[in-house]
């Protein structure tokens, strides 16, 4: 019996799937782009605390970059779901690329 009820949700989920595939695709590369522009908002008006450089595309998040981004990408977009994400961000100090590399490398200290 449970098989057979397992059967049938799975072929209706199949079928509700397919009826909106293109609909689920859609919603969630919006929402994805919606996550990586709050962070991107969130750098606009920052600069490296070491060279000045501001371009949001070189900034990073030191020293829980790729934690951050990868939450980013993986949470939801409410305060909630952030939470975690705004204390690493909280906790971390912004750099560009270039800064980064040199601190991960022990070039230039943090002050």
Known sequence: MFLYVANLINMHMSSHYEKYKDTIK????RNYRQRI???NEYLADKSCVHCGESETVCLKFYP???????L????GMN???REESIQLIK??????A???IKLESDLIEFI
């Open 91 to 96: 906790n971390s100090k912004i750099v560009c």
């Open 26 to 29: 859609k919603v969630a590369k």
């Open 37 to 39: 522009v709050w962070l």
């Open 98 to 100: 270039n800064c980064f």
């Open 79 to 81: 305060e909630e779901s």
């Open 64 to 70: 829980h970059n790729n934690k951050i981004r990868k």
């Open 72 to 75: 980013t990408q993986r949470k």
